[in-house]
């Protein structure tokens, strides 16, 4: 364990919290440690935080911290809190992402690509980056059994983050693009397995006993797994009068696992490719029940609704409007007539001049997004990698601590992003990771159609799917085919594109808004992509095709999306030949509070009601209203985790019966603090 001063100028900090700095040295990485506790109440128990992801860093920034600071001091907590950042990630040594992908994601995301098109082309990039990275890590002096920092022989372009190759003298000759990269490390130092070893050594290293792990999303798969080798320990080498501590190696203190925390939870079972196909039906139900509870809804369903959504985006690129500078083409002669009826204010080539005019703007797919990674980028850390122990690291490491920077991705004010079916698929599970995001984006699609519906002569809504009439006016009319007429849609946006694009931006504002938060979830300059690949792919695999496709055979809508993500897997890619590390560790028999969102699209409520069968000892809740994440929503109580620590110090809730769980009644665990709504 390093122990380094922490740079706490920026942070508001108690007087009566102690907060100290660390860096855990382990297997080749140095990873930032964080603990912070009450000084009136210095505690052998702790209660580790392990974050989501995979490939998830920025924990460190001083904005981060100052959020936990603030959390901790409301939370109750009678324990320490300890915050870690995982391997690889910003904020970690060493780590490494490619400006080549993210800058391809950037250009492609700004282009109407359809979703093979856009497959074929990331691919090749994933598969340079990655297969560099592999022969990166598999070069590097790599010993597991021992902590200790390894040199990573790479240096730092300050423009492309590119490896330089000429300090490979000993790398095999073999052609990433093409060639497989055969080595027992590389990329499987990301492996859960690998991760939950973090965990242990550093609930090893601290000086704490007794400890809570308190794992979210990917998190709580570590858990699980570090759980699961813990138990495992505990068997080989408990005795009779130390039953609950363990030794991993010789020289280690005992401690014990007392309970786990598992919100959003990624069970060893689930999570792979064939699953798709039921995480998109599971987004678009859970879009249906909270559609049909907005009493303001303006379509019968969210079906009914999606379904214009699409058809909107297919009216708004059919020819005859401009894609990527393609000249316009003369509107259909019947179209032109249905207009001279519908409106008596224009003579004919006035209303062709009009509506000729808007499609060859083309600016009503075409958005330009803020960035608002550009604004809250935070480049002030907590546990600053500048000031890591360099006299541990070799030169070339040194030296990539330089490439702290922003890239290109997070550097451009606003992002071209052009709106089509495959990005709206996107954003239909994307939005369910926050309900109230979730409603904004059903409001969004409802101006889509709308704004659609008044501009284009040939795009008209069926009086049945509505619940009231789309007008000129916004307000109930029973003429539903009624049209703005162009000429005054002109007047708005002054016939031009930059105009018109303002005059869109203000009819869509709910849809831009959610655009703007998935942009900025989208290039998270903390998020780092390599690792996310690497830790998926070595812990799901490839499953075989004929489970793949019995999988899919009930998803008819979604079979060709399907089978696309399947042709394109990154997964499938000769980087991860021999790497596959399928976590089929039985579960840990430890005391389990289990969170789960009733909206959640990602981590569904049928993966914690499964596990949840599996662990005797087991406690479920389920949170009404709430998608991702269920601690930090708004629906859970702020003492919840103090509470469940205490129950099990105390049993004092009655949960606890020999082995098994007494799943009380939902107003009995109110009572005690253990509910979420």
Same mark, same amino acid.
């Given at each position: 364990?390093?122990?380094?001063?922490?740079?706490?100028?920026?942070?508001?900090?108690?007087?009566?919290?102690?907060?100290?700095?660390?860096?855990?040295?382990?297997?080749?990485?140095?990873?930032?440690?964080?603990?912070?506790?009450?000084?009136?109440?210095?505690?052998?128990?702790?209660?580790?935080?392990?974050?989501?992801?995979?490939?998830?860093?920025?924990?460190?920034?001083?904005?981060?911290?100052?959020?936990?600071?603030?959390?901790?001091?409301?939370?109750?907590?009678?324990?320490?809190?300890?915050?870690?950042?995982?391997?690889?990630?910003?904020?970690?040594?060493?780590?490494?992402?490619?400006?080549?992908?993210?800058?391809?994601?950037?250009?492609?995301?700004?282009?109407?690509?359809?979703?093979?098109?856009?497959?074929?082309?990331?691919?090749?990039?994933?598969?340079?980056?990655?297969?560099?990275?592999?022969?990166?890590?598999?070069?590097?002096?790599?010993?597991?059994?021992?902590?200790?920092?390894?040199?990573?022989?790479?240096?730092?372009?300050?423009?492309?983050?590119?490896?330089?190759?000429?300090?490979?003298? $000993?790398?095999? /000759?073999?052609?990433?693009?093409?060639?497989?990269?055969?080595?027992?490390?590389?990329?499987?130092?990301?492996?859960?397995?690998?991760?939950?070893?973090?965990?242990?050594?550093?609930?090893?290293?601290?000086?704490?006993?007794?400890?809570?792990?308190?794992?979210?999303?990917?998190?709580?798969?570590?858990?699980?797994?570090?759980?699961?080798?813990?138990?495992?320990?505990?068997?080989?080498?408990?005795?009779?009068?130390?039953?609950?501590?363990?030794?991993? #190696?010789?020289?280690?203190?005992?401690?014990?696992?007392?309970?786990?925390?598992?919100?959003?939870?990624?069970?060893?079972?689930?999570?792979?490719?064939?699953?798709?196909?039921?995480?998109?039906?599971?987004?678009?139900?859970?879009?249906?029940?909270?559609?049909?509870?907005?009493?303001?809804?303006?379509?019968?369903?969210?079906?009914?609704?999606?379904?214009?959504?699409?058809?909107?985006?297919?009216?708004?690129?059919?020819?005859?409007?401009?894609?990527?500078?393609?000249?316009?083409?003369?509107?259909?002669?019947?179209?032109?007539?249905?207009?001279?009826?519908?409106? $008596?204010?224009?003579?004919?080539?006035?209303?062709?001049?009009?509506?000729?005019?808007?499609?060859?703007?083309?600016?009503?797919?075409?958005?330009?997004?803020?960035?608002?990674?550009?604004?809250?980028?935070?480049? /002030?850390?907590?546990?600053?990698?500048?000031?890591?122990?360099?006299?541990?690291?070799?030169?070339?490491?040194?030296?990539?601590?330089?490439?702290?920077?922003?890239?290109?991705?997070?550097?451009?004010?606003?992002?071209?992003?052009?709106?089509?079916?495959?990005?709206?698929?996107?954003?239909?599970?994307?939005?369910?990771?926050?309900?109230?995001?979730?409603?904004?984006? #059903?409001?969004?699609?409802?101006?889509?159609?709308?704004?659609?519906?008044?501009?284009?002569?040939?795009?008209?809504?069926?009086?049945?799917?509505?619940?009231?009439?789309?007008?000129?006016?916004?307000?109930?009319?029973?003429?539903?085919?009624?049209?703005?007429?162009?000429?005054?849609?002109?007047?708005?946006?002054?016939?031009?594109?930059?105009?018109?694009?303002?005059?869109?931006?203000? #009819?869509?504002?709910?849809?831009?808004?959610?655009?703007?938060?998935?942009?900025?979830?989208?290039?998270?300059?903390?998020?780092?992509?390599?690792?996310?690949?690497?830790?998926?792919?070595?812990?799901?695999?490839?499953?075989?095709?004929?489970?793949?496709?019995?999988?899919?055979?009930?998803?008819?809508?979604?079979?060709?999306?399907?089978?696309?993500?399947?042709?394109?897997?990154?997964?499938?890619?000769?980087?991860?030949? $021999?790497?596959?590390?399928?976590?089929?560790?039985?579960?840990?028999?430890?005391?389990?509070?289990?969170?789960?969102?009733?909206?959640?699209?990602?981590?569904?409520?049928?993966?914690?009601? /499964?596990?949840?069968?599996?662990?005797?000892?087991?406690?479920?809740?389920?949170?009404?209203?709430?998608?991702?994440?269920?601690?930090?929503?708004?629906?859970?109580?702020?003492?919840?985790?103090?509470?469940?620590?205490?129950?099990?110090?105390?049993?004092?809730?009655?949960?606890?019966?020999?082995?098994?769980?007494?799943?009380?009644?939902?107003?009995?665990?109110?009572?005690?603090?253990?509910?979420?709504?």
């Amino acid at each position: 364990m390093l122990t380094d001063d922490c740079q706490t100028r920026d942070l508001a900090i108690p007087r009566d919290l102690v907060v100290k700095c660390y860096w855990l040295s382990h297997e080749g990485f140095l990873l930032p440690v964080m603990t912070f506790e009450f000084e009136a109440a210095v505690t052998d128990s702790a209660l580790v935080l392990v974050t989501g992801g995979p490939g998830e860093g920025g924990l460190f920034s001083s904005a981060s911290v100052q959020s936990w600071l603030d959390w901790y001091q409301a939370s109750e907590l009678n324990q320490a809190m300890v915050l870690y950042g995982s391997r690889g990630t910003k904020g970690s040594l060493p780590s490494w992402r490619c400006d080549e992908y993210e800058l391809a994601s950037l250009r492609m995301i700004g282009l109407n690509l359809s979703y093979a098109e856009e497959l074929r082309q990331s691919l090749p990039i994933l598969n340079k980056c990655l297969a560099s990275f592999d022969r990166m890590l598999a070069a590097a002096p790599f010993n597991t059994t021992s902590n200790h920092v390894f040199a990573i022989p790479i240096d730092v372009d300050a423009t492309t983050t590119a490896i330089n190759n000429s300090q490979y003298e $000993n790398l095999p /000759s073999t052609n990433p693009e093409t060639d497989t990269v055969e080595t027992n490390k590389g990329l499987s130092v990301f492996a859960t397995a690998q991760q939950s070893g973090d965990l242990l050594a550093l609930m090893a290293a601290l000086r704490f006993r007794d400890y809570h792990l308190w794992g979210v999303s990917y998190g709580s798969r570590v858990v699980l797994q570090a759980a699961a080798e813990f138990e495992s320990k505990l068997k080989l080498n408990s005795t009779t009068d130390t039953q609950l501590a363990v030794k991993l #190696q010789p020289d280690t203190p005992p401690f014990n696992i007392t309970s786990l925390i598992l919100d959003s939870i990624y069970p060893f079972e689930f999570g792979k490719q064939s699953e798709w196909g039921a995480i998109l039906q599971h987004s678009m139900e859970l879009h249906e029940t909270l559609y049909t509870k907005d009493d303001e809804r303006r379509f019968t369903s969210f079906a009914e609704l999606y379904r214009y959504a699409e058809a909107a985006i297919d009216e708004l690129e059919r020819p005859g409007k401009r894609s990527g500078g393609a000249a316009s083409s003369e509107l259909n002669s019947n179209e032109l007539k249905s207009n001279e009826l519908k409106s $008596n204010e224009l003579k004919s080539n006035e209303l062709k001049s009009n509506e000729l005019k808007f499609r060859e703007l083309n600016s009503s797919l075409d958005f330009r997004i803020e960035n608002w990674n550009l604004q809250a980028q935070d480049d /002030s850390w907590v546990l600053n990698a500048q000031r890591a122990p360099l006299h541990k690291l070799s030169p070339p490491l040194a030296r990539h601590l330089s490439g702290f920077k922003n890239t290109a991705s997070v550097e451009d004010p606003r992002i071209p992003l052009r709106l089509n079916r495959n990005r709206l698929l996107a954003l239909l599970t994307f939005s369910l990771y926050d309900p109230d995001t979730a409603k904004i984006f #059903q409001q969004g699609l409802e101006q889509l159609v709308e704004m659609t519906a008044r501009l284009s002569s040939g795009f008209e809504i069926t009086a049945s799917a509505l619940t009231s009439p789309i007008s000129k006016s916004g307000a109930s009319d029973t003429d539903v085919s009624h049209k703005i007429p162009l000429a005054t849609l002109a007047q708005e946006w002054k016939g031009d594109a930059v105009h018109f694009a303002s005059w869109r931006n203000q #009819q869509l504002d709910r849809l831009v808004l959610v655009l703007e938060i998935f942009i900025a979830s989208s290039f998270d300059p903390y998020f780092n992509s390599l690792v996310f690949f690497a830790t998926e792919c070595i812990d799901n695999g490839v499953e075989p095709s004929e489970i793949f496709e019995t999988a899919i055979a009930p998803y008819p809508e979604w079979r060709n999306e399907l089978r696309l993500a399947r042709q394109y897997d990154v997964c499938a890619l000769p980087v991860f030949s $021999n790497k596959y590390q399928p976590l089929n560790a039985a579960y840990a028999n430890l005391p389990t509070l289990l969170l789960a969102g009733e909206l959640d699209p990602v981590t569904p409520l049928s993966w914690a009601q /499964s596990l949840a069968l599996q662990l005797p000892q087991s406690l479920l809740i389920e949170a009404k209203g709430v998608g991702h994440s269920v601690i930090m929503s708004e629906g859970c109580k702020q003492d919840l985790l103090s509470n469940w620590i205490a129950a099990q110090t105390t049993l004092a809730a009655g949960l606890i019966v020999g082995s098994e769980v007494s799943f009380k009644a939902r107003s009995d665990l109110s009572q005690v603090g253990l509910d979420c709504h």
